[in-house]
Structure formats: structure tokens, C-alpha cells
T-cell receptor, first 114, second 113 residues
Framework: NAGVMQNPRHLVRRRGQEARLRCSPM?????VYWYRQLPEEGLKFMVY????????ESGMPKERFSAEFPKEGPSILRIQQVVRGDSAAYFC????????????FGPGTRLTVL | QQQVKQSPQSLIVQKGGIPIINCAYE??????FPWYQQFPGKGPALLIA?????SEKKEGRFTISFNKSAKQFSLHIMDSQPGDSATYFC????????????FGTGTRLQVTL
């Protein structure tokens, strides 16, 4: 059973460009969470999604950030018009139905904004 | 009130020692407390977790001690090994928030030979 997969692992963007981060949850998992980790800091919750639904986006910045988890395909975290402050590691986690407390994390996408 | 405070920020112990990492919280609505281990360049991995109705939980060399009245919990690593060198995060989940994790700021552990 493959773990949570994220791609790309590293992403470099110039200010003003768009960043798209992908997350494929573990097989059988229908809950996806996105977290952001700034250098030397803990992880901060961004958004919680189930298939085709955003359940909790209380940690998402109000502008430029969006997330989706379509019926088919991976979950996408999209950052429009990136700024240097968006440089961070973005982690996706998934959990199975009936055991939402156990979250399994992917390897992360390290975004660098030049 | 939704913060989880973690200490120390960094810790160095010799092989075989017992590092202890502490966390404290204010919100009594937290009802699940996991610990994660993170190696450089990797995602966090769930180590062990506890609920507030239990005072201690052991899994292998890892033990969580939980003090509900003091709103504190700690991770002990028995017989620590150089391979345990990593960053450790405590976390908490608010009841009814569908497992949104609130993380502590992390403890960088180094186990020397």
C-alpha cells in the first residue's frame, strides 16, 4: 500500500506566477488535509477536504489560495500570484473513514519563490 | 487558547539516555494528543497518541505521560539511539473539528554516541 504521494517534491516559482501542488491520498483514504510549514516552525493547518467538498478552510489565507479534491484524481492546492512569503514546505495528510484522528503525511512539496 | 506550547526547542542526549519533551495546552476541548517524528526533508510520521482519559501509554521505547489536571503531556524516549535524532512535534485535536491538528513548535533532538 503506497503512502501519501505528493508532487512535485520541489517547486520554484517567480513572484506573480501560479503554483499547483498535488496530493494523492493513501488507498482507501477519503479525507485530505493540507498543512504549511515555515522554516524552523511547526506545521499550520490550512484546509480539510473530502471528495468534492471543502469541510474546513479556516486556515487558508483569504486571497490567492484555493484547494480542491475532485471525485477523480488528486487533491490540488493552488496558490495564485505567489509572493516570497509563500516559500515553505506544504504537506498533505490523509486519513481513512472511521479513523479520522490518524493522519498519515506525505513527503511534502518545498516551494521556493524567487 | 488553541495553542500547544512545546519545550525545549532543542535537546542533546547521549546514547542510552531518556530525553523528555514537554507540551502544555489551555483548551480543555482538546481530546486527542498525537506525537509526530520528522526527519530532515521528510513528512511527519505518527509515533504514538493518547486520549485524556488515560494517564500513560507505551509503544516500544516511546511513552506518553498525560496530566489532565495540569493540562500537560510529555514524550519520553527510553534507551535513545542516534537513529532517534529528529524533530519531534506534539499536537492536539479539538473535539468536533474533524481532526484538524494543532501542532507545537517542535523539539530538535540529537542523540550522540
Amino acid at each position: 500500500n503506497a503512502g501519501v504521494m505528493q508532487n512535485p517534491r520541489h517547486l520554484v516559482r517567480r513572484r506573480g506566477q501560479e503554483a499547483r501542488l498535488r496530493c494523492s491520498p493513501m488507498k482507501g483514504h477519503s479525507h485530505v488535509y493540507w498543512y504549511r510549514q515555515l522554516p524552523e516552525e511547526g506545521l499550520k493547518f490550512m484546509v480539510y477536504l473530502q471528495k468534492e467538498n471543502i469541510i474546513d478552510e479556516s486556515g487558508m489565507p483569504k486571497e490567492r489560495f484555493s484547494a480542491e479534491f475532485p471525485k477523480e484524481g488528486p487533491s490540488i492546492l493552488r496558490i495564485q500570484q505567489v509572493v516570497r512569503g509563500d516559500s515553505a514546505a506544504y504537506f498533505c495528510a490523509s486519513s481513512p473513514v472511521g479513523s479520522v484522528y490518524e493522519q498519515f503525511f506525505g513527503p511534502g512539496t518545498r516551494l521556493t519563490v524567487l | 487558547q488553541q495553542q500547544v506550547k512545546q519545550s525545549p526547542q532543542s535537546l542533546i542526549v547521549q546514547k542510552g539516555g531518556i530525553p523528555i519533551i514537554n507540551c502544555a495546552y489551555e483548551n480543555t476541548a482538546f481530546d486527542y494528543f498525537p506525537w509526530y517524528q520528522q526527519f530532515p526533508g521528510k513528512g511527519p510520521a505518527l509515533l504514538i497518541a493518547i486520549r485524556p482519559d488515560v494517564s500513560e501509554k507505551k509503544e516500544g521505547r516511546f511513552t506518553i505521560s498525560f496530566n489532565k489536571s495540569a493540562k500537560q503531556f510529555s514524550l519520553h524516549i527510553m534507551d535513545s539511539q542516534p537513529g532517534d535524532s529528529a524533530t519531534y512535534f506534539c499536537a492536539a485535536v479539538l473535539r468536533g473539528t474533524a481532526s484538524k491538528l494543532t501542532f507545537g513548535t517542535g523539539t530538535r533532538l540529537q542523540v550522540t554516541l
